[in-house]
């Protein structure tokens, strides 16, 4: 299961950076735990709302039992608005897999305010709960700051 996984991520991430330019960020907390990089792209723009996808790395401790994770969260955001302020609205998974040999699921969701200062550099301020689903349901409240740079 763990292999499958793994194999759907790789391939998802391989589609988003065979793309043309896109965005490279860093985000402090937010759907990566304690922080991310990610890679965006956006794939499809109407007037005022925009998607993209977002694939992401992080590697943070656990707990004794599991040991560090290695987390993997994909999303698709939404952005709406024109010029320099837009909403921004993201929902995906992010796969774990720890050092300890398990692996598991969880929602990430970001709902933010992003300022694209010019064509090169943005900041997005989000709050981003982390939703657990499989055994029993938790919703985590988090947040999180991302510095991004467009390609």
Known sequence: MRSLLLLVFFG???HVFSQEKGALSIEVAGV???GSISYSKEFKAWDKLGLE???GFSFVPIDKNNGNGIIFPLLIHA???NGKHLA????????TVTTRGSAFVRMP?????????DKALFYRIAYTPLVSYIY???????GGFTIGYNL
Do not use: C, K, P
Request: charged share 10%; net charge neutral.
């Open 136 to 142: 029993n349901f938790q919703w985590e409240h988090w």
């Open 109 to 117: 969701t970001s709902f933010g305010y992003r300022l694209q200062t």
């Open 79 to 81: 952005t709406y608005g």
């Open 88 to 95: 921004d609205v993201g929902i995906g998974q992010s796969i």
């Open 32 to 34: 990566g735990g304690f």
């Open 53 to 55: 996808y977002r694939a």
């Open 12 to 14: 998802a991430t391989m």
